[in-house]
């Protein structure tokens, strides 16, 4: 089970977010630009309207992950699991979005709500599906709501 | 863009299954044992009814991946591009997959829903986000349709 697995990036994001810190990530709008001999590989993901976008958090700090974190770095949340957020910083940088497909022209994607980076290096695209993805009754935990709200209120003070 | 990126699996998959042909997935209950050493980062996943696993397709074929499949091997369906489907060839062998958590015991956890066969290496796990992975309008491709009602039909047929 311990065998290193390699991934090469298929592409990369372009946009102007320089610094996540304050983005309101719902309303970025990237391209992702995928490698040109890879762009047959894109044909019909126009006909979806939803992606996920596999990338790696290539700016996450070197060395170990902490095991444990407040989500978001708020320490008025309580402190759990790093499995049990989406923080950046986890023992493999991989992150997961699903982002609004807008655009395709030949390689190049735009999409909407990719919480990603200018610069970040995309592993894997997928059609997001509603037998899968859609899950109408779930369960979370308190400290999800919380952030929520949090979010709402810092969203109506700008 | 192109630099690799390594992943150290963090743990692995225990189920019955040990060939996919046939399989009815949404019922496979499975095991998944976290590294003993990462067990505190599961705490607090237990609050979450739905995760995302991500995992490797260890057992794809060793060489490229085509760049156009037919969605699950069907003929009848239209060739489209790898990355319109979820088809475990693929440039980076990276699967998304969204399971409901029945249980954890310290490092291990009890998962329905899991499309991975025995032994499979685990990569990352994220708990599953209303506002996130809840997509209430979304567009998918005719192929998409027909292939459910395929998959209706033969269950009618067993």
């Not at 610094?19 to 709008?29: H, I, N, S």
């Amino acid at each position: 089970m311990n065998e290193p697995l390699t991934m090469v990036p298929i592409g990369v994001v372009h946009n102007d977010v320089t610094a996540a810190k304050g983005v309101r990530w719902q309303k970025v709008v990237s391209r992702i630009r995928i490698a040109p001999e890879l762009a047959s590989a894109l044909e019909g993901v126009e006909a979806f309207s939803h992606l996920l976008v596999i990338f790696g958090f290539h700016q996450s700090p070197a060395g170990p992950a902490p095991l444990q974190v407040h989500p978001q770095g708020r320490a008025e949340l309580p402190l759990v699991g790093v499995f049990a957020t989406r923080s950046p910083r986890r023992p493999n940088p991989i992150a997961v979005t699903v982002v609004e497909l807008l655009a395709r022209t030949e390689n190049v994607l735009t999409v909407r709500g990719l919480d990603a980076l200018d610069g970040t290096p995309v592993l894997d695209l997928k059609p997001y599906l509603p037998r899968g993805e859609q899950i109408d009754k779930f369960r979370v935990p308190r400290w999800v709501k919380q952030l929520r709200e949090m979010h709402d209120q810092e969203k109506d003070h700008e």
